[in-house]
């Protein structure tokens, strides 16, 4: 990989030169905490946590450092250090912070998982990731974990949040009140590994991507480029840590920019969502399309009795945002949300729409200044660049901070993201002539029906400015004649029952949107799709149910009902 550090050719310069570094090195707790500390602002809240059950804590950076020092320091006294593995399983609490922030502090490597996964996904995970210790509940231990525990011979300790623990775990209540709130952070190489991300498993078997302490320098600079966050801003950032938004930018990025993080434990409620932008004042709100389509669905009046005066910036990742959906937040909150576009792969946002930037809905924005992307075409063993218009392969030039290093134990398929000096993203886009990218569909996901390449984000667009239609999924299906034809998957809003002349109107409206050839043949309601923990529709699903096919990894399968 390129490695950028000359400073009059290094895009991001002013963010690295912004950080105070660590020993010759870099380490992103130092970065997120240390340094703020130093600099005298222990005192600015950085983390604001709203329990499940209207519980709130607070913690100031100094607190937050000190957090962090317990737990590394819990780390030590068990004989742990640099390079050990550190998983957490344990759902939004504060905790879960100190935890990654001070197994960065001591200089290993940290991976979060959804606290929702079953048994088996976890340990896959943890084999692969040779985990050598478990941040986790009881409940969760008891459930998921406590059966094959000792089959797992990397792992040396497993710590459970509260005052008590099973035997042959420790409870970390205690640990972290023994331990001392002093701990001199590690010194780590930019290019030490500090975090593995498992990809959402949207298109197949996850995988997990390697990020290194130099990421922080991205992390630092996209915050405040794509996102606004700057010292003092009231941030929240909806998604889990179990996925890389959750950390990149629901962890590092705020408070390596100083901001003031907000932490809801609870799942997606309407109204308690309203009522945190209201009360909490939040200024900079980072979600996802599928949280969006869900306040879509209960109407703008729902949202009519709140004050949303004191957002500033509203910002969406994980899917396609829909066109229906930018126009629809502009109208309720007075902000539209902005799109952007990035992969755990790539650690980052890559293209978005950024504050100050004119908004096209429907389009991921431009690329972040550094960023240079090509819309490609395979040719054998080289790449073909592709103008204006084009549909393609959405690639990168590699060289990034926060680009992922490896696959974990997967060379092999991490080799083939690289060809003729790009990082090829498996995503279609096509770029307008104003620089604006424009999402297809995933290349798995492309339909080819009568000559017709189509994604299945532009007929899912066109199928939710129905009236009746919250969500869709669309898929290709074999057909004799047209090579594949257009099945479409959809969830009602309230107020609409499932009925054949519904199905009869919705089909109709995409055909006067879509032309014949693209709108579907076929719309199946269900009661929800199929989705990953981090909120993406598996189409792949859908599609291997339609043709009878196994079902693949299901490990980061949510909602699924018919
Ligand atoms: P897997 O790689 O395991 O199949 P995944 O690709 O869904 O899962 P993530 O890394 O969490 O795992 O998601 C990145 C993908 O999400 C992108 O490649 C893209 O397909 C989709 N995505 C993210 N943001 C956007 C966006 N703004 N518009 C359209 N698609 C997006
Ligand atoms: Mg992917």
New binding site residues.
């Given amino acids: 990989m390129r490695r950028m550090t000359d400073r009059t050719t290094d895009p991001w310069a002013e963010a690295r030169a912004n950080l105070s570094g660590w020993k010759g090195g870099l380490n992103i707790a130092h970065e997120a905490l240390d340094a703020h500390v130093a600099a005298g602002h222990g005192g600015d809240l950085a983390l604001r946590w709203l329990g499940r059950d209207g519980a709130r804590r607070d913690f100031t950076y100094a607190d937050l450092t000190a957090e962090a020092a317990r737990f590394a320091n819990v780390l030590a006294a068990h004989g742990l250090g640099k390079g050990d593995s550190v998983f957490a399983m344990a759902g939004r609490v504060p905790e879960l912070y100190a935890a990654a922030l001070g197994t960065l502090k001591a200089g290993m490597v940290f991976t979060p998982l959804f606290s929702a996964f079953g048994p088996e996904p976890v340990r896959t995970r943890m084999e692969i990731g040779r985990a050598a210790v478990l941040v986790t509940t009881e409940a969760i231990y008891r459930r998921k974990i406590a059966d094959w525990r000792h089959e797992i011979d990397s792992l040396k300790l497993v710590l459970i949040l509260g005052e008590e623990a099973p035997e042959g775990c420790v409870a970390l209540a205690p640990a972290m009140r023994a331990a001392a709130p002093g701990f001199e952070t590690v010194a780590t190489a930019p290019e030490d590994p500090a975090l593995i991300h498992?990809?959402?498993?949207?298109?197949?078997?996850?995988?997990g991507?390697v990020h290194v302490h130099e990421a922080v320098v991205y992390h630092a600079f996209s915050g405040r480029a794509a996102l606004g966050l700057e010292p003092g801003v009231t941030y929240w950032c909806t998604a889990d840590p179990g996925?890389?938004?959750g950390t990149s930018y629901g962890i590092i990025s705020p408070l390596v920019n100083r901001a003031t993080m907000l932490v809801d434990e609870a799942e997606f409620d309407l109204e308690r969502w309203y009522s945190i932008v209201q009360d909490e004042k939040v200024q900079v709100w980072y979600s996802a399309?599928t949280a969006i389509r869900m306040m879509m669905r209960a109407g703008a009046e729902a949202a009519k009795p709140y004050d949303f005066s004191s957002l500033t910036f509203l910002a969406?990742?994980?899917?396609?945002?829909n066109p229906e959906a930018v126009i629809w937040s502009e109208v309720v909150f007075g902000q539209p949300f902005h799109?952007?576009?990035?992969?755990?792969?790539t650690g980052g946002i890559m293209?978005a729409n950024r504050p100050g930037q004119e908004v096209r809905p429907g389009s991921?924005g431009k690329p972040l200044p550094g960023v240079e992307v090509g819309i490609v075409e395979r040719e054998g063993g080289t790449l073909k660049v592709l103008g204006p218009g084009a549909v393609g392969e959405l690639a990168l030039r590699p060289g990034w901070p926060s680009m992922m290093r490896a696959y974990l134990n997967e060379p092999a398929r991490y080799a083939k993201c690289f060809v003729d000096g790009w990082y090829l993203?498996?995503?279609l886009a096509t770029r307008d002539v104003a620089g604006y990218v424009w999402?297809v569909g995933?290349a798995d996901d492309l339909i080819k029906t009568s000559g017709h390449l189509i994604g299945p984000?532009e007929v899912e667009s066109a199928l939710i400015e129905h009236d009746a239609v919250a969500e869709a999924g669309v898929i290709g299906i074999p057909d004799e004649t047209a090579g594949e034809v257009v099945k479409a998957y959809v969830t009602l809003n309230p107020g609409f029952a499932p009925s054949e002349a519904l199905e009869r109107d919705i089909r109709g409206h995409a055909r006067k949107k879509l032309g014949p050839a693209v709108a579907p043949r076929e719309v199946v309601f269900r009661k929800t799709l199929p989705k990953?923990r981090?909120g993406?529709i598996m189409r792949r699903l859908l599609k291997a149910r339609e043709l009878g096919l196994p079902e693949g990894d299901i490990s980061?399968l949510e909602t699924d009902e018919t």
């Fill in positions: 498992f990809t959402s498993g949207t298109t197949g078997k996850p995988k991507a996925w890389v938004t399309p969406s990742v994980g899917e396609p945002l799109d952007n576009w990035w992969q755990t792969e293209i991921m993203s498996g995503d999402f995933r984000f990953t981090s993406k980061t």
